[in-house]
């Protein structure tokens, strides 16, 4: 049963959001009618996808001392696409479904997912810096509530770019990517009520934006002895690295695989995900993933190549900090927002919807364990198996991300559909190519 306080505290909390956000939308009958687990287009009866369709800048007035400007840094009117891309950009068009399914948990259990396409996360998106990205989301009529896409990658005003799509409907907007980095996608509910439940029961994921000019080469600082001294031996590697994205979260259920907002508010963590899954790179420690029904359910470690270059694109989705660490190795470099912050450290701390990219050179054939150095959060899912060893095996394709056109910067990789998706979404990405990731 919901804790009723901090049922009406969060529905509180998020009205005053809302309003902020979207004006004056929701009033304080909804504040009491609405809760974040039952948003339903009945009970949104002020919001629809014309009345969306049809704000402008005028409409949009001060709410308090706040005025808003809809225009953002990145922001392309839709009838600008085309021109912006006669001048040179490239264009990406990437739709987007809403679908609320159920997926499998260890135990032979299932839960009560919210996802894009099917699959927890969502696809990543690859593009360039200066790329144009024009997205949509289509909610369908099937769905029991509406739904909305956030971007990260960009910086453009919430209204109405980010807002509600009702059942039914779609939602297009478009932007250029002009930062660097590795960035957080995701569902705001409806106005941010069942924000929480949204992205925590899976509608997330990641946009890499590579650098305009590619990734700089990787310096290997390591000792080696000469003529009876120890002394430094510097290397510098090529930018081109294999590459996987991790992307940690938690899971906060009911006994049914329902939502569970209380145990949210107290950190109360069911499963900690890595990719979607717990202990979904993890069959050496763990069985709890052999006995899946499907092939793409079952857990597989990731092979990394000893004496590579080894880039993670990782991000913290979840309500959780994360401690990324590797169990036996190091990180020779960090960077967060296009500056490098580390290098030679053991364990790195990314808060939430915050990212790292995380570069490794393994000198040493063996396992090593990637964790969430909380341990909490290891004995509930976030621990990932590598094996590095002589030569490339095929990988996981969830943990692979899409090769990037920017030269020198990935090395394709061989994979295997594994997902925490259903089954019509895994035969989907059977058809795909299987030298890039989803």
């Known amino acids: 049963m919901m804790n009723k306080r901090y049922s009406v505290l969060s529905i509180v909390a998020v009205v005053a959001v809302a309003s902020?956000?979207?004006?004056?939308?929701y009033s304080s009958t909804h504040a009491v009618s609405g809760s974040a687990q039952s948003v339903s287009p009945a009970t949104i009866d002020k919001v629809t996808p014309q009345t969306i369709d049809s704000v402008t800048p005028k409409d949009v007035q001060s709410t308090g001392s706040l005025v808003f400007n809809m225009v953002g840094a990145d922001a392309i009117p839709l009838d600008q696409v085309a021109a912006e891309q006669a001048a040179g950009r490239t264009v990406h068009q990437i739709t987007l479904t809403a679908q609320s399914v159920d997926l499998p948990i260890p135990g032979g259990q299932m839960y009560h997912a919210m996802t894009f396409d099917g699959q927890v996360p969502g696809p990543t998106i690859r593009v360039t810096q200066g790329d144009v990205i024009e997205v949509t989301l289509n909610v369908p009529s099937t769905e029991m509530t509406g739904h909305s896409l956030d971007m990260?990658?960009?910086r453009i005003s919430a209204v109405p770019n980010f807002g509600p799509v009702m059942p039914?409907?779609?939602h297009t907007y478009a932007f250029i990517a002009n930062t660097p980095g590795a960035f957080k996608y995701h569902c705001e509910g409806v106005g941010v009520i069942g924000m929480d439940q949204h992205v925590l029961s899976g509608m997330y994921g990641m946009t890499i934006v590579d650098p305009l000019n590619g990734y700089h080469k990787l310096l290997i600082q390591r000792t080696e002895t000469q003529n009876g001294h120890v002394v430094l031996n510097n290397t510098l590697v090529d930018p081109a690295a294999y590459?996987?994205?991790?992307?940690f979260s938690q899971l906060y259920l009911n006994a049914d695989g329902s939502y569970n907002q209380a145990y949210m508010f107290l950190h109360n963590t069911t499963w900690t995900v890595i990719n979607g899954k717990p202990f979904g790179y993890d069959p050496v420690i763990t069985k709890v993933w052999n006995n899946a029904p499907a092939a793409h359910d079952k857990a597989a470690p990731?092979?990394?190549?000893v004496g590579q270059h080894i880039r993670y694109f990782v991000l913290n989705q979840g309500n959780m900090p994360l401690f990324f660490h590797i169990v036996g190795g190091q990180m020779d470099r960090v960077t967060q927002g296009n500056m490098v912050q580390a290098m030679g450290t053991?364990?790195?701390?990314?808060?939430g919807s915050q990212d790292a990219i995380i570069d490794v050179v393994y000198d040493e054939p063996g396992a090593y364990?990637?964790?969430n150095h909380d341990?909490?959060?290891?004995f509930s899912g976030a621990a990932a198996v590598q094996l590095a060893q002589a030569n490339p095996a095929p990988n996981p394709s969830d943990a692979v991300p899409p090769v990037s056109s920017v030269p020198d910067t990935s090395i394709p990789q061989q994979t295997f559909v594994h997902c925490e998706c259903t089954n019509d979404r895994a035969a989907q990405l059977e058809n795909m190519t299987s030298t890039s990731g989803q």
């Open 20 to 25: 902020i956000l979207f004006g004056s939308t």
């Open 152 to 154: 990260h990658a960009a």
């Open 168 to 170: 039914g409907h779609s």
């Open 243 to 247: 590459e996987f994205t991790l992307q």
């Open 302 to 305: 990731i092979i990394v190549p």
């Open 346 to 351: 053991q364990t790195w701390n990314i808060g």
């Open 369 to 371: 364990v990637i964790v």
């Open 375 to 378: 341990y909490a959060a290891i």
